[in-house]
């Protein structure tokens, strides 16, 4: 009807009308996935590692970092404040199409900071989802080969290429979406050298692994990794090291890579890169893959986002607070002294054994999978959000806390995760 106004829907400023909007018009399964975990929460303010509900009236000690993506705290000043600058000195996201010299700035910083000389170029994205697109291009370019091997419990995307490598029965989306399945190669236990020998042809294009099981945490070999390397030498494949999780200081180093004796073809980065700021990721690279993927075709990879100054200025930033001595020597000692803590809290309960650890990737073990999600939630309750619950054995709750975290943060943690534990063994 002419001069007729559509209703809308009148915008909910309550956590629970906000959850409840969630489900009856928007993400749905997002928001019940959250609320059968008994996560009834919205986040308002925010601050280092703590987060509180949209009223302000409950606390928590954020032990997720959305995965990794605020390793520097939330709201971190120093991350702010450059893009602050750069906003009042009237930049934006640019042109896509005329260089510009944050993002040579930023190339140039990770060649230096890289874990090996050899990763001396690098494609700057919007997302590590878009990282692992790029690093499959160019796998399938440069060896003309069109097929991934990935371990099938790991994590690298949910879109495009990354999802089909990304093939959990739990948070994979191949089979849902219909997605083509010849591109996909998956083994189903990480650490095993036979299974993995088993997977591999020389029409596999490329490996993608990550230095931890995703579902776990528990870390990789050196032996489990040289191995990869070697198998992927000899078939002529490239092997891809996605630093989603582990780069940007987690492991107490820059890069989880540095704590082995390896040299692989493609590290991706991504979350923290972003200090939870503005997005970006980084696909580092050795520069003849570089030289062949990049610049043999007059466009090659092109984003109207992807590398914009603002990105660039802000993980320029990233990198340098980092990749700085002082940052990673107490990273490794405050999470150290998380893993110490843990560790007693495991010993003093009937229901939790310690789990592993690797910088800022620390688990403890409950007894099943059931008291695992008992567990979840009644950290929660007591003021902690852990990363998740693994959904294969063993069955860790896993504490991924911002990289700023304190003693008094660890003492937090210990003290919830002691009667959280002391709740669930009772019921």
Known sequence: MSGSVLPTATTPSRSSEILQAFVERSWKSNAERQLNKGIDLVIGKRDGYFIWDLEGERRWVDCGSAGGVHSLGHHP????????????????????????????????????????????????????????????????????????LAYRHGYHGHSGFAALVTGSHEEGIIDYYNLPKGHSVFFDHYGDLDELEARFSDDIAAVIIEAIDYETFVPASEAYLKRIQDLCRRHKALFILDETRTGIGRTGKLWACSHYDIEPDMIIAGKGLSGGIYPVSALLVRQEIYDVCMNQHKYAYISSLGGNEMSCLVASKVLEVASDPGF??????????????????????NILSPGTAFGGLVTVVPRDAEAGRNLSRALFEQGVLVHSVSEIPPYAVKFLPPLVLDEAGVKLVAEALKNAASKVARS
């Not at 000692?333 to 309960?349: N, R």
């Open 328 to 349: 990673l020597s107490n990273v490794q000692k405050v999470m150290g002294s998380l893993k110490v803590a843990l560790d007693k809290v495991c010993s003093e309960s």
């Open 77 to 148: 000043p120093m991350v702010a404040d450059v893009l602050r600058k750069a906003l009042d000195d009237g930049r934006d996201t640019g042109l896509w199409s005329i260089p510009n010299a944050a993002y040579l700035q930023l190339q140039d910083l990770l060649t230096r900071l890289a874990p090996t000389r050899s990763l001396n170029r690098s494609v700057i994205t919007l997302a590590s989802t878009v990282s692992v697109d790029v690093a499959t291009m160019f796998a399938f370019r440069f060896t003309r080969r069109q097929k991934m």
